[in-house]
């Protein structure tokens, strides 16, 4: 008898959000520095859902909607976090919002404070809408990996904590499939009662 367990698929939307990279001014730099970190931080099998979109509100919550509705358990966006007239990630994320989780908010900014005072003009948010946890990251490969990884020292111990050791047992407590990091790059946190004998790929 064959005890040895598959990983979930994992369906993860990301959403990269600018005006000038959608309408090809420039190249687009989000999707592909999401795409690899989170290839390099799961062990899970993933199935990526890209979109490139503009900073239009309106536009931005229909494509959060679709990605959920579509059978996303977790969407990350990048971009539109700021306070300029045309930034409304923010806005259009709560606007489809059954619950705020603003921890993940407080603790990118404080990830992002140790390089930069600026960081607190980020106004990044996440947010769960049915079975799915959707995430405001910043526009920046740089601060993507940042906030998402954490800090490290010299000697490879933690300084400070990135959020996604926190998502996979989020997507636990929301009903979504059962998340396996690579500990090199994130250990994701999860109470003993809910850690699951390790499963084989």
């Known amino acids: ?16 959000i600018s005006d000038r990279a959608s309408n090809g001014t420039y190249e687009d730099k989000g999707l592909p520095a999401l795409e690899s970190w989170l290839q390099s931080a ?55 919002a059954d619950k705020e989780m603003p921890g993940f908010g407080e603790q990118m900014r404080q990830i ?6 600026t960081a607190i003009l980020s106004r990044q948010v996440a947010v769960i809408r049915g079975q799915c946890l959707i995430v405001n990251l ?10 998402l990884e954490g800090l490290r020292d010299a000697d490879g111990g933690v300084l400070v904590n990135g959020i996604f050791a926190a998502i996979p047992y989020c997507v636990d407590l929301i009903g979504g499939p059962y ?16 850690i699951r004998p390790a499963p084989q790929a």
């Open 179 to 194: 998340m396996v990091t690579n500990d090199a790059v994130c250990k994701a946190f999860r109470p003993k009662s809910a």
């Open 42 to 96: 799961l062990q899970n099998p993933i199935a990526f859902q890209p979109h490139l979109i503009p900073d239009e509100q309106a536009v931005i919550s229909q494509t959060l909607i679709d990605c959920v509705n579509q059978g996303c358990d977790v969407v990350f966006t990048t971009g539109g976090t700021g306070p300029s007239p045309r930034d409304v990630t923010p806005e259009a994320t709560l606007a489809v």
């Open 138 to 147: 910043p526009g920046q490969p740089k601060s993507i990996q940042e906030t």
């Open 112 to 117: 992002s404070l140790k390089f930069v005072p």
């Open 1 to 16: 008898m064959n005890t040895e367990m598959s990983m979930d698929l994992i369906r993860i939307g990301i959403v990269s």
